[in-house]
Structure formats: structure tokens, C-alpha cells
């Protein structure tokens, strides 16, 4: 890597990376994505590293009384993911890989087992 330096994008041009992303999530995954929005954010103030977050209940959490709820949000942290991106192609990349981490949150799936599934 040496001195990369972070992708200069739009936050319109990101967000329209994040929708390509959206379009190449696993079908067994877009599927199952149920009652969850994705929103672009700049940065979490918490955690002004992190690149993506699930807010929500996880569907291996749901009881029954799981209903009248808002939908699960994943955020999408625009600033980190240029700031460990070099290209364009490097952004949909990193994004595609954060959402289908948060998606794995959404079904309780482990960062283990996502490893075991190769998305690093």
C-alpha cells in the first residue's frame, strides 16, 4: 500500500457504488433481507473506523413478538472506505464486502464464518 492515497468521490457517486453493490449481494442473501434499509453515513462517530454497521435484531433473535418494529438499518460509512480505497473499483469492492458482512450480522452469521466463506 505505502502512501495511498484515499479515492476523491462524490457522496453521490458513492452512494450510486453502494446501489451496484447492493445489485451484486449474493441471491441467497438479497433474498433474506428483510425489514432492512441501508444508509450511506459519513463516518460513525463512535468508531470513526469501522466501515459499515448493522443496527438491529438479528433474524436468529426474532421471537415472536418481533413485529411493528422499524426496519433494521445498515450504515454505510462513506470516509473510511475512501480512506483504505485507491480506485473506484477498489470502493465497490469494499463496499460490497461491508454490506454483505452487515447482511451476515442480519442472520447471525459470524465474521469466522464469513471468513470460511471467503469474503474476507
Known amino acids: 500500500?505505502?502512501?495511498?492515497?484515499?479515492?476523491?468521490?462524490?457522496?453521490?457517486?458513492?452512494?450510486?457504488l453502494v446501489a451496484d453493490a447492493l445489485d451484486a449481494v449474493p441471491e441467497e442473501f438479497a433474498q433474506a433481507m428483510d425489514n432492512v434499509v441501508v444508509l450511506v453515513e459519513d463516518f460513525n462517530e463512535e468508531a470513526p473506523g469501522i466501515l459499515g454497521l448493522y443496527h438491529g435484531v438479528a433474524l436468529t433473535s426474532r421471537t415472536s413478538d418481533y413485529s411493528g418494529v422499524l426496519p433494521?438499518?445498515?450504515?454505510?460509512?462513506?470516509?473510511?472506505?475512501?480512506?483504505?480505497c485507491e480506485t473506484e473499483d477498489e470502493v465497490v469492492e469494499e463496499v460490497l464486502v461491508t454490506v454483505v458482512h452487515e447482511i451476515a450480522h442480519h442472520f447471525g452469521i459470524d465474521d469466522e464464518r464469513l471468513h470460511e466463506l471467503g469474503w474476507g
Open 72 to 84: 433494521d438499518r445498515i450504515s454505510i460509512y462513506r470516509e473510511p472506505i475512501l480512506a483504505v
Open 1 to 16: 500500500m505505502g502512501d495511498a492515497v484515499p479515492v476523491e468521490m462524490t457522496a453521490a457517486r458513492f452512494e450510486e
